[in-house]
């Protein structure tokens, strides 16, 4: 009879320990998503209008996932870090397409300067 009992306990321990092990998920990963959103920081993001929205949508997202990983919805948080990342790094894009495109014009005002200067003709259109 000892040796039914000890398979029941120790098939019991072992259960718990399964079952243990399934309810607790990888821990949520804010990694990429912060570095995502420092970068677009850094960037400049928050002077460009569509970086702006996007930086901000970043931030807010991150805060969710953290309140999603605090109530134990790992799954949900982990989406939610995606999308923070993916916004942050949309924010980083538009940051710099708006720089080129300031670069791009200050490149043909200052060709349009020297031409006035040197008198040359005018690009056709």
Same mark, same amino acid.
């Given at each position: ?30 990694? $990429? ?6 970068? @677009?920081?850094?960037?400049? &993001? ?8 996007? #930086? ?13 990983a605090a109530k134990g919805q790992k799954e949900q948080a982990e989406s939610m870090l995606l999308r923070s990342q993916a916004?942050?790094?949309? $924010? ?6 708006? @720089?080129?495109?300031?670069? &791009? ?8 300067? #020297? ?11």
């Open positions: 009879m000892r040796h039914g009992n000890m398979a029941i306990v120790a098939g019991s321990v072992l259960l718990a320990v399964v079952i243990a092990g399934c309810g607790s998920g990888p821990a949520v990963n804010r990694e $990429a998503s912060t570095s995502a959103i420092r970068a @677009a920081e850094e960037v400049g &993001a928050s002077n460009v209008p569509t970086a702006s929205l996007y #930086l901000q949508l970043a931030k807010e997202e991150e805060e969710n996932a953290k309140g999603l916004d942050g790094e949309l $924010a980083v894009a538009l940051s710099r397409g708006d @720089a080129d495109k300031t670069e &791009a014009t200050q490149a043909i005002e200052r060709v349009q300067k #020297l031409r006035q200067d040197n008198q040359l003709p005018q690009e056709r259109k």
